[in-house]
């Protein structure tokens, strides 16, 4: 199953509960399409603690269905989605 990663950037300055609350509505939303599977997310922060960037790593038949889940979950579309090929982990111990 490919990977992409999308990347969210305007968010108009929600908070990380918000936004875990997004991600709780993509894993709900997810069931429906049982050939997507939202993997991981990941977010910086600005000074005031608000959300200034999403990375969502999700499994899935094309970076349509990625925008088709979170359009139904929540309506925040990513402003890329693309298709990521998994590299060779790092050593723990270098």
């Keep these: ?9 305007d968010l108009n300055g929600i908070s990380p509960e918000a936004l875990s609350d997004a991600h709780q509505k993509d894993l709900a939303t997810e069931k429906q399409y ?8 990941w977010y910086g922060q600005n000074e005031d603690g608000t959300v200034k960037q999403i990375n969502c790593l999700v499994k899935a038949p094309s970076a349509e269905y990625v925008n ?7 309506g925040v579309l990513a402003d890329e989605v693309m298709e990521v ?3 060779v982990p790092s050593s723990e111990t270098e």
């Design 85 to 87: 090929k998994e590299g």
């Design 34 to 41: 049982p050939e997507v599977h939202f993997v991981q997310y």
């Design 68 to 74: 088709k889940v979170h359009a139904e979950a929540h």
């Design 1 to 9: 199953m490919p990977l992409f990663l999308d990347t969210h950037i």
